[in-house]
């Protein structure tokens, strides 16, 4: 058995090869992307089950309605609900986009995407995430943690 749990032949212990082309021999790659970068399986594909985040984006007329802002309207909605205990599972980011498709960025956790939902509130989705980019800062509910 060479190191990092690699036997003799390259084959590795978990039989996790690269489906992209990878011959599984337990390159450093592929050994440390479950460590380095969580949510990351055998040869970079992606454990969905680790996506803790959605990304959303508002255009110009649902960010010109200050209700479709997650700070204003959310605490608001869960109180009137009787929701109040949701708060401590919500988790929402935002920032500043680029286009006027993409004039406010929203990364929710799957709690405050469902709560939003619920609310009737505008937002495409775009895609989904391990966990908000660093450039985004935290709009409502508690930060992102492992």
């Known amino acids: 058995m060479y190191g990092w749990g690699v036997p003799e032949g390259g084959a590795r212990v978990d039989g996790c090869a690269d489906a992209a082309g990878g011959d599984g021999s337990g390159s450093v790659r592929e050994l440390l992307a479950p460590i380095l970068l969580p949510g990351w399986g055998c040869g970079g594909r992606v454990n969905p089950e680790a996506m803790n985040y959605v990304t959303l984006r508002q255009g110009v007329e649902a960010v010109r309605d200050p209700e479709n802002a997650p700070a204003v309207s959310m605490g608001v909605y ?6 109040e205990e949701r708060f401590r599972r919500i988790s929402i980011y935002q920032e500043r986009g ?12 799957r709690e405050a995407l ?7 509130r505008p937002g495409e989705q775009m ?11 935290l709009s409502f509910g508690v930060p992102f943690s492992e």
């Open 114 to 120: 469902a709560v939003w939902r619920a609310m009737g």
């Open 78 to 83: 869960l109180v009137g609900n009787g929701e």
């Open 98 to 109: 680029a286009t006027r498709d993409e004039v406010r960025l929203l990364y929710m956790n």
């Open 127 to 137: 895609g989904e995430r391990h966990r908000p980019p660093r450039t985004a800062m």
